[in-house]
């Protein structure tokens, strides 16, 4: 079946554009979560949610980052005024409950590189 | 709050030869632990998952990963290498009572020699 999407795969922006990505989980997948990793290092957690709930965004590294996910499936991720150092693989992942130790199925991710 | 450290960046071994990635966690409730693979250009996969259940978590493509709480430890193994498998290694660690979010250590890169 079908994995976690994310579009675009790559993305240049000059520094100050604002940038939208998109996640579409496995379907019927009830959490969602938003990783960031920068070159040479691990992902490191921006935000979750449950269905359309945004439970926890206390990865969100300042207030140009914003997520969405409206109707509990597909997810945007949004960086306004986009600076250097936002420049990372931006990961989505998906899991199918919100039980203990519950597999999460990652996407390809989205490279974003601000010049 | 969690936190996982992986004690080295590289590993190079060579192909037939045992595998040992080294990794040490902190977490303030029960965790659950991981071993994610993630190939160039290619998306995380995930290895194996300890969640309370046996301490040793037999894994994919013959990896390993035996969880030792008085340590908090939770080091990969595998008796021989392929040549598939160099790739970049991440031990990730989660708390259900924090969401499920997964804290990631800094990566151990494999290489593996012919």
């Known amino acids: 079946g079908a994995g976690v999407s994310q579009s675009p795969r790559y993305k240049v922006a000059k520094r100050g554009q604002d940038v939208a990505l998109r996640c579409d989980p496995i379907s019927g997948h009830v959490s969602l979560f938003w990783y960031q990793q920068a070159l040479g290092q691990g992902p490191e957690f921006l935000t979750y949610f449950q269905n359309e709930a945004q439970l926890d965004k206390s990865g969100l590294p300042s207030d140009r980052f914003f997520a969405e996910r409206p109707e509990g499936s597909v997810s945007t991720l949004k960086i306004q005024r986009t600076q250097q150092e936002d420049s990372a693989v931006y990961l989505c992942a998906s899991s199918d409950r919100a039980g203990k130790g519950d597999e999460q199925f990652f996407g390809p991710g989205t490279r974003l590189t601000v010049l | 709050a969690q936190s996982v450290t992986q004690l080295d960046s590289h590993v190079s071994v060579s192909e037939g030869t045992p595998v040992l990635l080294r990794c040490n966690y902190s977490s303030s409730y029960s965790p659950s632990l991981f071993w994610y693979v993630q190939h160039p250009n290619k998306g995380l996969q995930l290895l194996l998952k300890y969640t309370s259940a046996a301490t040793l978590v037999k894994g994919i493509n013959g990896f390993e990963a035996e969880f030792k709480k008085s340590e908090t430890s939770f080091h990969l193994t595998k008796p021989s290498a392929h040549m598939s498998d160099a790739a970049e290694y991440f031990c990730?660690?989660?708390?259900?009572?924090?969401?499920?979010?997964?804290?990631f250590g800094g990566g151990t890169r494999v290489l593996v020699k012919p």
């Open positions: 990730v660690v989660s708390e259900w009572a924090a969401g499920n979010k997964l804290t």
